[in-house]
């Protein structure tokens, strides 16, 4: 029986990756190893009785007394905290699905592919702030990443069968988020209940506001970079508001070839899941008739920084990709509340690239795991300090966020 664990079984890819399992068959068809959560421990306790898990973990400690009193009269493990985690993730299994959100994802999917167990990745951070790291444990222990990012799954499945020297470029679209026909005075003042509401679906709140300014695009850029092993020249950004198309990969023979369907996490982790087959998925079928014509406009690097930073991410590598998301967090949490404008974060992310790159060896590829986590401690704190650092400047004053240079 196929040995399966879900890490962050109780987010929104975890759940869409637990409906699968459930419609392939369930406890009767895989042996559920793990499965982890946060908070959301009512939950984690019912999904793990329906999987018959072997362990269910919580990342917090101060969890655990309710994970136990939830499993009661079950035979079912229960565990907490980041050791406990990474426990769980050298348990033998032949798929992890990684879908905790943020860094606390790195340390156990770093875990997994070091025992060489396939890790189907949808948490993008993973890539970004430790590609090279995780590609190289991937090589050494014989393990396998799955894209499940859905732009990286598309890009993926056409990239099957293909030889990467015929790859030109990737394309990776972007629905352009909720201020895409904005002009940039407004985009200035925009509120969080603005940059909150996407165009085209609902999401999580940051992810939204990611969507707004970019950052989750730029995120994908590096990921690609990462995880496809592209020159930064490669990759290209292009809007696509009806976002039907995920990603499309050019040849040198001009040909381009796309990857459609209707945005649904389940079809890249359905096949992530099921990969090399294809298997029979619950996701509604394009009508290309009904859907008339699909349009697209150039990612304007001025309109969103994001993109611009990005790509100076890529081009400097090494730790560069650590600090960006890093930043970006810090920068959204100011965001929301209240202390940052929207303009702002892109400018505090790039004054924290500014003031790392002083840092020695910024460039330099990672050596370990715990020097990505230090890196990613040390950008968080400049991030705040510098936020710290402006209050009573005025909401939208970015002078004090101006940045210096260009790493
Ligand atoms: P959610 O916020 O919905 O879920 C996150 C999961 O991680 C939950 O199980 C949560 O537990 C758990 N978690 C939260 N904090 C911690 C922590 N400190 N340590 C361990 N576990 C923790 O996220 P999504 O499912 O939306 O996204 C997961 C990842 O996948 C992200 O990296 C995201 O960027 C990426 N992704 C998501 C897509 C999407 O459509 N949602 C698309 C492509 C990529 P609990 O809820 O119990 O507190």
Redesign the pocket.
Known sequence: MRRVSVF???????VNTLDLLERQGGAGAFQVVAL??????D??ASQARALRADIAVT?YEECLPALRAALHGSEIEAAAGPAA?IEAAERPADWIMS????A??LAPGYAALRHGTTLAL????SMVAAGPLFLEAARRHGARILP???EHSAVFQALHGEDMASVERVIITASGGAFRDWPMERIARATVAEASTHPNWA??QR?TIDSASMFNKGMELIEAKELFGLRPDQIEAVIHPESVIHALVGFRDGALMAHMGVPD?RHAIGYALNWPERAELPVKRLDLAALGSLSFRPADPVRYPALRLAREVMATGGLAGAVYNAAKEVALDGFIAGAIGFLDMAALVEQVLSDMSARQGLGNPATSLDEVLATDAEARALGRARIAGRHGAGRHDTSGLIPRGRI
Not at 36 to 41: D, E, I, K, L
């Open positions: 962050g079984s109780t987010g929104s890819i975890g982890t959560g946060g908070r959301n421990v939950l984690l990342a985690l879908a905790i959100v943020g606390a994802a949808a948490n993008k951070e499940v990012d859905s999401m999580g992810i996490m």
